[in-house]
């Protein structure tokens, strides 16, 4: 990982010694004084206009020390969010690893008040580092070349805090990917509680792993039944990290199905291998954590982890069987390929035993939210407006977006039982709402729920700090909502 370091201007950038210095620019306006010379000279002819993603390299610039200046767009000022910070700082980090230097600088853009240029800091240290990120340790002819150092330059001391948070965001986001991108034969659900019990002792959280035998005795009827036929058993992992006292947690719920084969209701071989993202559910709470645990968020936080895989054999669940779920409610199996509700509505009635404030559960739920909203916003659902609003905006600080969507009770309807009290299934249409019906039907507390299928990770990068692969969303914008409760200066 890049050691992210803040620097002063002392000379103004004319003084920053590294092999890039990188300078971002809103379209349409001018360089700095100090940059007079080359660079403005590329704006004057048109090869740079400040567009949002665009960039500039200019060799041996007269005045600076940086051999190199690297002019990064910002886009237009008025449209300007932290967001384009991320994605400049994280283009201005992988230039400079591509042309294999050591050392980059990248100077924010002036803001007014400290707490602004603290924010902005934060972005940048977070997209430089998630920008850099790469999962290449099973090809054994990998480039090896890091970026040993990225300075954020601002003349406000203060910054340097914003800059280690904004690592430690990315840390978060960073294990989640890990997780995610390992293969399904390395990450089964015992090595997910492994990565959980690191987590715990790194950060002095409690720590509670349920093997298959506590998973039945706990009457995790869901979990144990799509986990009965695979030989890698499932697990319920529990984390809790908090302050102590009575105040109520938040409590995280994360679909980590280690692999997903849809069981007897067998998925098509074609792309069969991204099921070893069906997990991400689970990684990105598990990342969560991770910043919880280093930020140190003065708030009780509670993360519930079912992991299973999800394999057809002889003793496999099927299309028709009934099932008495965690809470007692019955449902009807008109697919094995609908397993990941069934896992999350055991951790969703565990959850009531904690008397939450909130729970937010994320989980590759649905193609249905896939082709709904593409790659580009999770699926949010729930039953209180309020706590939706929150997450919402967590998402738009984040960078991880999510977008508000209906659960009318004509979806419940759809999931009504024939046999049984509902069925995890509600046919074709609105897919991803009926889903979200079926969770409903377990939880009597403040609830949100993100349906990721969409965004938790793609066969090509997103954006400059969005490799292709696992995205590790939405890691930082369970973390935003958290901060926010913690009154850590998150989205509120």
């Known amino acids: 990982m890049v050691r992210i370091a803040t620097g002063q201007e002392g000379e103004g950038l004319a003084g920053v010694e590294a092999d890039l210095l990188a300078v971002p620019l809103f379209e349409g306006e001018d360089v700095p004084r100090e940059l007079a010379g080359e660079a403005a000279g590329v704006l004057k002819d048109g090869d740079f206009s400040g567009k949002k993603g665009s960039s500039a390299l200019v060799y041996n610039p007269d005045g600076l020390r940086s051999p190199r200046l690297l002019l990064v767009g910002l886009g237009a000022r008025s449209s300007f969010g932290l967001d384009a ?259 999350l509505a055991d951790a969703l009635s565990y959850a009531k035993r904690y008397g939450p404030a909130a729970v937010i559960d994320c989980a590759t739920l649905t193609g249905a939210c896939h082709v709904a909203l593409g790659d580009h916003a999770s699926g949010l659902m729930g039953n209180d407006d309020a706590l939706i609003e929150e997450v919402r905006r967590a998402g738009e600080a984040s960078g991880e977006r999510a977008w508000h969507l209906p659960l009318f009770e004509e979806y419940t309807e759809q999931i009504k039982g024939n046999t049984a009290d509902i069925r995890n299934s509600g046919g074709r249409y609105g897919g991803a709402l009926t889903a979200g019906a079926f969770l409903k039907e377990f939880v009597d507390y403040p609830w949100a729920h993100l349906d990721i299928a969409g965004v938790a990770y793609s066969a090509k990068a997103r954006n400059a700090y969005t490799p292709k692969g696992g995205s590790g969303t939405p890691a930082r914008l369970l973390v935003e909502f958290l901060r926010g409760r913690a009154g850590d200066g998150g989205a509120p």
């Open 85 to 343: 910070l991320r994605r400049a700082a994280a283009t201005a980090a992988t230039r400079a690893r591509s042309l294999k230097l050591d050392s980059a600088a990248f100077a924010l853009p002036v803001a007014e008040g400290s707490a602004a240029r603290v924010a902005a800091a934060e972005a940048a240290a977070e997209g430089a580092a998630l920008g850099l990120y790469r999962f290449d340790r099973y090809k054994s002819g990998a480039d090896g070349h890091e970026l040993s150092t990225f300075t954020i330059v601002s003349d406000d001391e203060g910054v340097a805090g914003g800059a280690e948070t904004g690592a430690k965001l990315a840390a978060g986001a960073v294990l989640a990917r890990d997780l995610q991108n390992e293969p399904s034969n390395t990450a089964t659900p015992e090595y997910l509680a492994q990565r959980a019990r690191e987590i715990a002792e790194r950060h002095g959280m409690d720590v509670t792993v349920l093997d298959r035998a506590a998973i039945e005795a706990e009457g995790l009827n869901g979990l144990a039944t799509v986990g009965r036929s695979a030989e890698n058993e499932p697990r319920f992992i529990v984390l809790e990290h908090g302050r102590g006292g009575d105040e109520a947690p938040v409590v995280l719920v994360g679909k980590a199905v280690t692999f997903d084969s849809g069981g007897i209701s067998i998925k098509p071989s074609a792309g069969m291998e991204d099921m070893k993202y069906d997990m991400s559910g689970g990684a990105a709470v598990l990342g969560a954590m991770e910043t919880v645990g280093s930020l140190g968020l003065p708030v009780n936080v509670v993360a519930l982890v079912p992991s299973t895989e999800n394999l057809p054999d002889g003793n496999a669940f099927k299309p028709g069987d009934v099932l008495a779920l965690h809470s007692g409610k019955t449902t009807e199996i008109v697919t094995t390929d609908a397993e990941g509700r069934l896992i």
